[in-house]
């Protein structure tokens, strides 16, 4: 395990994670994927620890992924669901976790439909002088992290099962393609694969690819903490040019319960103009691989077919590895409060 060199026990953003950080998390995923492959799936490592899980914003993979992340470490965990809560009778959202830090609460995992919320409660944690980690479980259009490291964990595995490491990406063509505008997924993907020296090429309709990142392009692409990392990112309204001899491709779901306005003529022209099917990947490399954070729009993103071909599919993967690599990132993180 990589828990004695790890510090972090807040993980809200990976805008400044390093290097080393992302193999610690693979290297610790991939000892609890062997876990996991044994007929006795549970560990001790978190025992007499509780996890709380504060999901304000529906969720399955998930929620259900923590929670049994949580499980397979022998810890004790709280499920928090605000249509049951005190929040109806007006309590706010700090007090809930204060409710929760009350309870003996270790680790609070955190998703909300607002950006933001998962700092605040780590900044409220810190001001009160606990030992209490936080985890961003995707909050808003910021980021979901750990969504972006199971895919960082899956893409690893896939070229290398016994020790994926970040260096096996650099190099490799990744097109990422779809509502980029209101995809917390993308944006956590966007810091890990660039990290890695992956070319990151993002695709989409103008109206869901935002203006706002082609800040990050032509070098201005950074970071906000330690050591600057060269990134490579490129953007792309037209489909071809993303997946010209591509060997990923991420698609991403049209969130139409997030858009505001009509930014789409219809599901039907984006499947026509952007949708990823068989005849698509002619135009990338011939082993290429797909991928989708879900839940899927079947024939909108991605067609039926392609999504449930083993040939070119790792969404199934993608479900498998959350649950090794949200272990990871509890154990982690608990390492990280001593």
């Not at 959202?93 to 605040?120: C, F, N, Q, S, W």
């Amino acid at each position: 395990m990589a828990a004695t060199s790890w510090k972090r026990h807040h993980i809200i953003s990976l805008s400044d994670f390093q290097p080393f950080e992302y193999d610690a998390v693979l290297q610790t995923a991939a000892s609890f994927q062997e876990v996991l492959s044994r007929r006795t799936k549970k560990v001790p490592a978190l025992q007499g620890q509780v996890i709380a899980n504060l999901f304000f914003e529906s969720s399955t993979r998930t929620r259900s992924s923590f929670e049994l992340a949580a499980k397979r470490l022998s810890a004790d965990t709280l499920n928090f669901a605000p249509g049951t809560s005190s929040m109806t009778k007006g309590e706010t959202i700090l007090d809930t976790a204060k409710t929760y830090l009350a309870m003996g609460t270790d680790i609070m995992v955190i998703r909300h439909r607002e950006a933001g919320v998962p700092l605040a409660i780590a900044n409220e944690m810190d001001r009160l002088q606990t030992r209490v980690g936080v985890f961003n479980a995707g909050d808003g259009q910021h980021e979901h992290p750990s969504q972006a490291l199971l895919d960082l964990f899956t893409l690893c595995t896939l070229l290398d099962p016994e020790k994926p490491r970040l260096s096996l990406l650099q190099g490799k063509k990744i097109a990422i393609v779809g509502d980029i505008l209101h995809s917390r997924v993308a944006r956590s993907n966007i810091w890990s694969l660039t990290a890695s020296g992956a070319e990151v090429h993002l695709v989409g309709p103008p109206t869901l690819l935002p203006k706002a990142f082609a800040d990050f392009v032509n070098g201005n692409f950074t970071g906000s903490g330690g050591t600057e990392i060269p990134r490579k990112l490129f953007l792309h309204w037209s489909l071809e040019p993303a997946l010209e001899n591509a060997d990923f491709v991420m698609a991403l779901r049209i969130q139409k319960e997030r858009m505001t306005s009509h930014l789409l003529p219809s599901l039907r022209e984006y499947h026509w103009r952007y949708g990823i099917t068989g005849d698509r990947l002619q135009h990338c490399q011939p082993d290429v691989k797909v991928l989708h954070p879900g839940p899927v729009n079947r024939g909108v993103e991605i067609s039926s077919e392609l999504m449930d071909d083993p040939k070119f599919s790792l969404i199934s993967q993608q479900v498998t590895s959350g649950v090794a690599v949200r272990m990871a990132l509890l154990y982690l993180m608990s390492s990280g409060k001593a």
